[in-house]
């Protein structure tokens, strides 16, 4: 029973345009929400996270969004580079308990 | 700079060989975690430890064992490898109070 669902597993984008990366997840007592990239060979790296009583966050290129009421959470690149291919986990915590991960979704961004 | 070393980064082993995956921080983090991932599935959590003499069997069943017997260390064995064992292993640390984890490069574990 998966508690954290990435139902895309790649996404192909053009150089310079926008990726959206999507996440859904069943317990609505996840407060803490956090994304990781990871290149092949190599473990994962935080990128950006929101906590529960936030909407968005926004980090430079990045800006993570939060949909409480529909249990989602989308990870926006703009505008995408091709350094950004990777595979993109989306990760959940309650009360700061262990990191629940979802499949990760395959980003390739064409030049 | 990685704060979080694994060792080794690739090991082909035969079955029933006993193997020990090494996990070493300098971050001072009383939580580690080692979780497994196979290509396209979620990352899950097989083992856990919030400090020194404290180890938890993680979400995914596993066949291996851990130790914490120094802060910084956090081993995984596995006693008799078999093929099922071929997956990705990989260690984490977190300091309890951001929620994020710091993970190392991973081992890539093949059992012929």
């Known amino acids: 029973d998966q508690q954290v669902k990435q139902n895309s597993p790649s996404l192909s984008v053009q150089e310079g345009r926008i990726s959206i990366l999507n996440c859904d997840y069943t317990n609505s007592m996840f407060d803490y929400f956090l994304w990781y990239k990871k290149y092949p060979a190599e473990g994962p790296t935080f990128l950006i996270s929101?906590?529960?009583?936030?909407d968005k966050n926004e980090d430079g290129r990045f800006t993570v969004f939060l949909n409480k009421s529909a249990k989602h959470l989308s990870l926006h690149i703009v505008p995408s580079q091709p350094g950004d291919s990777a595979v993109y986990f989306c990760?959940?915590?309650?009360?700061?308990?262990?990191?629940?991960f979802g499949a990760g979704t395959i980003l390739r961004v064409k030049s | 700079e990685a704060d979080i070393y694994q060792t080794p980064r690739y090991l082909v082993i035969g079955t029933g060989k006993k193997i020990t995956l090494e996990c070493s921080q300098t971050m001072g983090h009383d939580k580690m975690y080692w979780y497994q991932q196979d290509p396209g599935m979620e990352l899950h959590l097989i083992h856990y430890?919030?400090?020194?003499?404290?180890?938890e069997k993680g979400d995914l069943s596993s066949e291996s064992t851990v130790s914490r017997i120094r802060t910084e260390h956090f081993p995984l064995t596995l006693e008799s490898a078999r093929p099922s064992h071929t997956s990705q292993y990989l260690c984490a640390s977190s300091d309890g109070v951001n929620y994020g984890y710091t993970f190392g490069s991973g081992t890539r574990l093949t059992v012929v």
């Open positions: 990760a959940v915590s309650e009360y700061g308990n262990k990191l629940v």
């Open positions: 430890s919030y400090g020194v003499n404290s180890t």
């Open positions: 929101i906590s529960s009583i936030k």
